[in-house]
């Protein structure tokens, strides 16, 4: 089941999709967590009915979802409003990445960007407030998917650590490359953060280590995580850590020289 109501209303409609036996509710409506106050109190209660009665919750203050292997859509994202004349660009690779973000926004760009230069998908999941399923919950799922060979991550906050890392180690045992934005570096990051989903960012120090112990590749915007994934879908992990550049500009190549010396 969906949900886009206000949110005063979103409680009673969880409450009898419950006693219907629905068994997973998406929550688009905004309103809760991340305003503060009472409404914190009503995400509560959401979160409690989850718990309560075992019906498995994505939001709220999400975008929904797009399973692009069963051409199934609860969002209201623009980006997979494909058109019946449109032209679907040729995949350069049969593999397909998941992208998984607390952004929904972002989450589509990503989808969008990697679409038009010929990347494959099968989901994009926004997670939002997380009254209930966590990012980790979602990343937990791509990464036993064996449809999907490496996975987008847009974050602001990891509200289940250990779950998080135990699918971090998972995927690098089955050699699926997991790439993450990390938002909420600084001060002004983080307060941004808590007014979107309510999100404690936490220290990127602290952040940046979990990445470096379980070889998440960390990107620093959208278009690099998107150039990063379809680096990871079409080639071969280097063997080592030299590097050879081919270039038709002798200035590009001292460019790229400055880049990869600097880091290391």
């Known amino acids: 089941a969906v949900v886009a ?38 995400q509560a209660r959401l979160a409690d009915l989850a718990h309560r009665t075992g019906m498995r919750v994505a939001g709220p203050n999400c975008e929904g979802y797009w399973n692009a292997l069963g ?13 019946a004349n449109a032209q679907t660009p040729a995949l350069v690779s ?30 994009v999941m926004s997670t939002g407030n997380e009254a209930d399923l966590t990012a980790s919950d979602f990343l937990d799922y791509m990464i036993h998917d064996d ?7 847009f974050i602001e906050t990891i509200r289940n650590g250990a779950k ?5 180690e998972e995927a690098r045992r089955r050699g699926k490359p997991i790439v993450a934005i990390k938002v909420g570096r600084s001060e002004a ?3 941004a953060a808590a007014s979107h989903t ?12 979990v990445f470096e112990r379980y070889g998440i590749l960390e990107a620093e915007d959208p278009d690099e995580a998107v150039a990063i994934a379809g680096m990871a879908l079409t080639c071969k992990p280097a063997a080592g850590r030299r590097v050879g550049i081919i270039t038709v500009a002798g200035g590009g190549g ?11």
């Open 189 to 191: 990051g983080q307060r």
């Open 71 to 83: 051409r199934i859509s609860t969002t209201f994202s623009p980006t997979v409003e494909v058109k």
């Open 5 to 42: 109501i206000p949110a005063a209303a979103v409680l009673d409609a969880a409450e009898e999709c419950a006693q219907a036996g629905v068994k997973h509710l998406v929550v688009i409506s905004s309103g809760f967590a991340e305003e503060g106050g009472a409404a914190a109190g009503m």
């Open 198 to 209: 309510a999100a404690l960012s936490g220290t990127h120090t602290a952040y940046r280590a």
């Open 254 to 264: 001292a460019g790229v020289a400055d880049t990869v010396t600097a880091d290391g």
């Open 94 to 123: 049969d593999r397909r990445i998941g992208v998984l973000a607390q952004s929904g926004g972002v989450g589509f760009s990503l989808f969008n960007r990697g679409h038009a230069v010929g990347l494959g998908f099968s989901y």
């Open 164 to 168: 998080f890392i135990a699918a971090a």
């Open 147 to 153: 449809r999907t060979d490496a996975v987008l991550l």
